[in-house]
């Protein structure tokens, strides 16, 4: 009895307490900073990399890769000035995208704690802290860490409008500045900001006319008007400025199959593909008392519905203009995790030790994943070829085709640099050099083909750098 009472003062303690913000950032940091440059950078980070911090002008980085990429611009203009300070190794990078994480916990955290409670904000701030897809992206040089923390914000800002709107109370200017710059900033780091500030203020323009609070109903109109109004300037920027039409193709139902999204999806809330399973069993506990957890769902599920339409938007859009990416639904995560937030807030003081179970499960699924994930390893392909290849009588085979809008040569000689001389017309067989090919835009058996396509007929090995493919000639 002594060790229950021991236990629930302590859960007690850290979902009341000040200092639990310090413990979860620290904890953190633990899990993020040891990895952050455990991996090569992949593909994407390289093009990162190559765009913003090895490039001596925004105008250049405009010029010669933002205007050949389909993202919008600010990750790879806060990354350039960002490199001018801090520097240009993997770490480096990586390091502005644990930062921006950082900033989207805090200010999520103050927030909560100003217009809900600090229960509330402990909980979502542990959730998202927790959550093994929003600490991968914590370490990656790309602009899901800001897409992220700018998500969290503007989610956190929607459900107050909700609460003002239901309980007929004016929503106050200074939540309208900020959604309003916050909107803008989101919308100019990914394509699928826009898609979420469409799906928040929807719902919350149709929630607003359904109990016909019209001030508020042309306050939210207006605000995501003029937000939309300067996101488009990207999107003409980009018709008339930009080659996107290498950014929009045919795509099929097969292509974008919802099912496999969705599982690729849960692989930001969890474990793996089957994420979702791990989720609802470490739910069980609370699903134990289902006309409870029921009646706290029917409260809060309006949460999810932007989840709902941001999908739904998102697949009907991506069927005839691009494939869609599990990575960028973790615009979705904040809103989920928002759910999650208040569910257990109304179910504390009954499942207050299922809760912490439910915490420290996610936290050994999330200490897992982000230990044990493997990326392309162009690093350590590159130092093989370094160590077994001389530059004096080696070329480097690779195929000048694009892969989407750039050439692979950007992302091949990032580590090697220029000492090498590069071969763009694929794969060969050379005198006095074991080296016929590299690649990492495909798979062993895209390789093999691609080997028979250029009558690679001799004995080779493919040598695997997690999914960067080396192939030689085969050795005695």
Not at 271 to 289: D, R
Not at 349 to 362: A, S, V
Not at 462 to 471: A, E, G, H, R
């Amino acid at each position: 009895m002594r060790i229950i009472n021991w236990l629930d003062n302590f859960i007690d303690y850290f979902f009341d307490s000040k200092r639990s913000i310090y413990i979860i950032l620290f904890i953190t940091s633990l899990i993020v900073l040891p990895n952050i440059g455990r991996e090569s950078l992949w593909l994407d980070e390289i093009f990162s990399a190559i765009a913003a911090v090895k490039t001596s002008s925004l105008f250049l980085m405009f010029s010669e890769h933002i205007s050949r990429d389909g993202s919008p611009p600010l990750y790879h203009i806060l990354l350039f000035y960002w490199g001018k300070i801090v520097g240009s190794s993997d770490i480096a990078i990586r390091l502005l995208s644990y930062i921006f994480t950082l900033f989207g916990f805090i200010f999520s955290y103050l927030l909560l704690i100003k217009y809900f409670t600090r229960r509330i904000a402990i909980i979502f701030l542990s959730l998202s802290a927790f959550t093994p897809g929003v600490l991968y992206f914590a370490q990656e040089a790309r602009m899901y860490a800001l897409l992220y923390a700018l998500a969290c914000f503007v989610s956190i800002i929607f459900f107050i409008f909700i609460i003002r709107i239901r309980d007929n109370q004016q929503i106050e200017k200074k939540l309208i500045i900020y959604y309003f710059f916050a909107g803008v900033l989101i919308c100019y780091t990914h394509h699928f900001g826009s898609l979420l500030i469409f799906s928040l203020s929807s719902v919350a323009i149709i929630y607003s006319l359904l109990l016909k609070r019209i001030t508020s109903t042309i306050t939210i109109f207006f605000v995501s008007f003029f937000i939309g109004t300067i996101a488009v300037l990207w999107l003409f920027f980009q018709f008339y400025y930009v080659n996107f039409g290498n950014h929009i193709q045919d795509v099929s139902w097969v292509k974008n199959n919802i099912i496999g999204i969705i599982l690729n999806f849960s692989t930001l809330l969890a474990i793996n593909k089957y994420g979702v399973v791990v989720l609802i069993f470490l739910l069980i506990p609370f699903l134990i008392t289902l006309p409870n957890f029921l009646r706290s769902v029917k409260i809060y599920i309006i949460i999810l519905l932007p989840v709902l339409w941001l999908f739904l938007i998102a697949y009907l859009i991506s069927l005839k203009t691009f494939s869609i990416s599990e990575r960028y639904l973790i615009v979705t995560i904040p809103l989920i995790l928002l759910f999650f937030s208040f569910i257990f807030n109304e179910l504390y003081n009954d499942k207050k030790q299922y809760i912490l179970l439910y915490l420290i499960g996610l936290l050994i699924l999330s200490s897992y994943k982000n230990y044990t994930y493997k990326k392309q390893n162009w690093r350590d392909a590159s130092k093989y070829i370094e160590s077994n290849f001389n530059s004096s009588n080696c070329k480097v085979p690779i195929k000048a085709l694009s892969e989407g809008s750039f050439d692979r040569l950007l992302f091949v000689s990032y580590y090697l640099g220029s000492k090498y001389s590069y071969s763009s017309s694929g794969p060969e067989i050379q005198d006095n050099c074991d080296l016929i090919y590299i690649d990492g835009h495909t798979n062993e058996e895209g390789i093999r083909k691609t080997l028979i396509n250029y009558n690679i007929s001799i004995p080779y090995e493919i040598l695997n750098f997690s999914k960067v493919y080396v192939v030689i000639k085969k050795r005695k």
